[in-house]
């Protein structure tokens, strides 16, 4: 299911946010505790509620298309640990029929918000964010990441896999990349190509172990990934977090090589997102 709606004005009674704020709240709800008997069900009912918290909190916008993205793997006796579903929203002129703008809609949800008599729709809030938000999100993530400083106005630099014999302690070309995970050392070297790009943000990709750019190679007709940044490897039991908050979200960045949360100090609690969604994301703004 999807939600695609034409609107008349509403009424002026309504919320009214400006464009690219991030707005938090409560949700449209008749009951507050429903249940549902299947993942499909869930689904639609997700989808339902955050609609109609897009049409309470936005309506400047007449015409826009909302949809579910990251449940297809969820089971339901796993919601209780789902912090954060994904949504899509894409709005279009009314007149025209023409994309406006895409917007990515995430709700976060609190503890207990699922139980055994079904899903409690006011322990989730909803944060809509523009594509210029989720690129200070990448950039905080990357310069929390990255072994090396990341200068964005001169670019991003790449590496390539070297040896202990080329390596030079006290040149910059050069990295030393240290893990001791569970009592296991290794040690990776690595040398620059002395090439910084300026890529777009919405081109790079994580897998955990690097920084990647992703393209698309019309020649052969498929996505192609280049290594660009290796990154020091922090494991499952490891986290590492960032030096300053987002400014759009008043949230920390944590993670380690499988995750990205957001810390949300003033609650005291992970908000996961796993690495599958934000390279999701970034397709989707690419």
């Not at 639609?44 to 993205?69: D, S, Y």
């Not at 006290?170 to 190509?193: A, C, H, M, P, Q």
């Not at 192609?224 to 490897?233: C, H, N, Q, S």
């Amino acid at each position: 299911m999807c939600a695609i709606l034409l609107l008349h004005n509403l009424s002026g009674h309504a919320q009214k946010n400006g464009t690219g704020a991030v707005v938090a709240g409560g949700v449209f709800a008749a009951a507050s505790l429903i249940t549902f008997a299947s993942i499909d069900q869930m689904q639609e009912g997700m989808e339902q509620q955050a609609t109609e918290w897009f049409l309470a909190n936005h309506p400047e916008e007449r015409l826009f298309r909302l949809k579910i993205r990251n449940t297809n793997a969820v089971k339901m006796s796993d919601l209780s640990n789902v912090s954060c579903l994904l949504y899509t929203v894409y709005t279009y002129n009314p007149e025209t029929r023409k994309l406006k703008d895409k917007w990515i809609l995430l709700s976060f949800h609190s503890r207990g918000w699922v139980n055994d008599n079904g899903i409690n729709f006011q322990n989730i809030s909803y944060y809509l964010v523009s594509k210029q938000q989720w690129e200070e999100f990448i950039k905080l993530w990357i310069e929390t990441i990255s072994p090396v400083t990341i200068d964005w106005e001169r670019g991003i630099p790449s590496y390539k896999k070297s040896n202990e014999k080329k390596f030079e302690p006290n040149n910059t070309d050069f990295l030393k990349v240290e893990n001791n995970i569970d009592g296991t050392r290794t040690i990776d070297y690595y040398e620059s190509d002395r090439e910084y790009v300026k890529y777009p943000t919405a081109t790079l990709r994580f897998n955990g172990k690097s920084i990647l750019h992703s393209a698309f190679n019309s020649a052969m007709g498929i996505q192609e990934e280049t290594f660009l940044i290796p990154l020091v490897k922090v494991d499952g039991d490891t986290y590492i977090r960032s030096n300053k908050k987002l400014t759009f979200l008043d949230s920390y960045l944590v993670g380690n090589e499988k995750t990205i949360c957001l810390f949300k100090a003033d609650e005291e609690r992970l908000i996961q997102l796993d690495l599958d969604m934000v390279n999701y994301i970034q397709n989707l703004f690419d």
